[in-house]
């Protein structure tokens, strides 16, 4: 009788675990694949000394869809700074992009995943919101920018007077513009060669934000703000940008969902 019962109580805790399982959520694609109807595009045409041909240059010129070997992708000419948003904000969320780099060359191979972006076009150096920066600059993919009116903490260990580089259990230091620097260098390199397709996943969950390239954990933030009226306050939600920037780029995937909590591997 007590091995029946036994069993009995093992199969309702296990039907227990399994009806309180949360299922996982669905994606949602904001690259819808066929035009890019739900972003806005800005171009910076101030900022550099441009030659006359370049000011004809239309949004349209720089952010396009086109086929990327056999799928749509978003091609970014990267021929002058721009922007391409979207019009939605996006808080506590899991984002995954795939991108790699085109032939084409300006200045050189930079870009970025701009989040948390707010407020009008301009104050990231003339031709973006401000924003927390992924850095998409081959070299540097995985760094994290302060872009415009921007803050936050990271926990580093410094190589020179300018270099600061993520380190898991490092002391946390504050980056921004009232702060000694604006860039957290990653842990490790781990894109991959130009011309082939990188994986970066974005986590982002209250004032926390974990950029992963191709599989692997390159840098955390922590305590994300903005200066507004002389202090900082929370920056937890936002826009997602992608800069035209020196180099032509193509985008084939760009999704999110929610999420509640950081899965313990990534951090």
Not at 33 to 51: A, P, Q
Not at 210 to 234: A, D, F, R, W
Not at 236 to 243: D, E, N, S, Y
Request: charged letters at 25%; proline letters at 3%.
């Amino acid at each position: 009788m007590k091995s029946f019962s036994l069993r009995l109580l093992v199969i309702s805790i296990l039907f227990g675990s399994i009806s309180c399982e949360q299922p996982k959520t669905e994606w949602t694609r904001i690259f819808n694949g066929k035009n890019l109807d739900n972003w806005e595009m800005f171009v910076d045409y101030s900022t550099r000394n441009l030659e006359d041909s370049a000011k004809t240059i239309s949004p349209e010129d720089l952010f396009s869809v086109v086929e990327q070997e056999g799928t749509p992708a978003i091609r970014i000419s990267g021929e002058i700074n721009a922007s391409l948003a979207t019009r939605e904000s996006f808080k506590n969320y899991h984002l995954q992009m795939e991108f790699k780099w085109g032939d084409k060359v300006y200045t050189k191979r930079n870009s970025g995943l701009l989040y948390h972006s707010y407020g009008p076009f301009g104050p990231g150096l003339g031709a973006w919101m401000s924003g927390h920066e992924l850095q998409l600059w081959t070299g540097n993919l995985g760094d994290s920018y302060r872009m415009g009116e921007t803050w936050c903490e990271i926990p580093v260990t410094q190589k020179d007077s300018t270099t600061f580089v993520y380190v898991k259990d490092g002391d946390r230091m504050a980056f921004g513009n009232d702060e000694v620097s604006k860039i957290a260098r990653k842990i490790t390199d781990n894109e991959k060669p130009i011309g082939e397709w990188n994986t970066v996943d974005l986590y982002c969950l209250d004032d926390v934000s974990v950029h992963v390239v191709n599989g692997k954990t390159v840098l955390v933030n922590y305590k994300s703000g903005k200066y507004e009226n002389g202090n900082i306050e929370p920056l937890t939600a936002g826009k997602i940008q992608f800069q035209s920037e020196g180099g032509e780029l193509y985008i084939r995937s760009v999704k999110v969902r929610d999420i509640t909590e950081i899965p313990a591997q990534v951090l």
